[in-house]
Nanobody, 125 residues
Framework: QVQLVESGGGLVQAGDSLRLSCAAS????????MGWFRQAPGKEREFVAA????????DYADSVKGRFTISRDNAKNTVYLQMNSLKPEDTAVYYCAATVDDGVAYVRGHMYPYWGQGTQVTVSS
């Protein structure tokens, strides 16, 4: 089992930045690929970004590419999502997810068995 706890959400204005953190426990962090997903009210959950166990490989949704950066610190068992130039359409509950890295787990579309409880991000116009 893997336990994930997100933090860093909040209310910001359009154009501002936020950094989300996700602390993992329960399994060797460096064996895990990590992902961020989000779900806006009335919409399905969508992929945002993912990173391989080493941090060398990443993938991003087209809607956030160039604005968001995913990173990880394996010594701290933590993955981050730096969000810049936030837009009102980024408003959502953001979820951290984990899966055992099979080499391509960071690629969008991969299934994740472990999920955090989510953190709310609200961007006002």
């Amino acid at each position: 089992q893997v336990q994930l706890v997100e933090s860093g959400g909040g209310l910001v204005q359009a154009g501002d930045s936020l950094r989300l953190s996700c602390a993992a426990s329960g399994r060797t962090f460096s064996t895990l690929a990590m992902g961020w997903f989000r779900q806006a009210p009335g919409k399905e959950r969508e992929f945002v970004a993912a990173i391989s166990w080493s941090g060398l490989n990443t993938d991003y949704a087209d809607s956030v590419k160039g604005r968001f950066t995913i990173s990880r610190d394996n010594a701290k068992n933590t993955v981050y999502l730096q969000m810049n130039s936030l837009k009102p359409e980024d408003t959502a509950v953001y979820y951290c997810a984990a899966t055992v890295d099979d080499g391509v787990a960071y690629v969008r579309g991969h299934m994740y068995p472990y999920w955090g409880q989510g953190t709310q991000v609200t961007v006002s116009s």
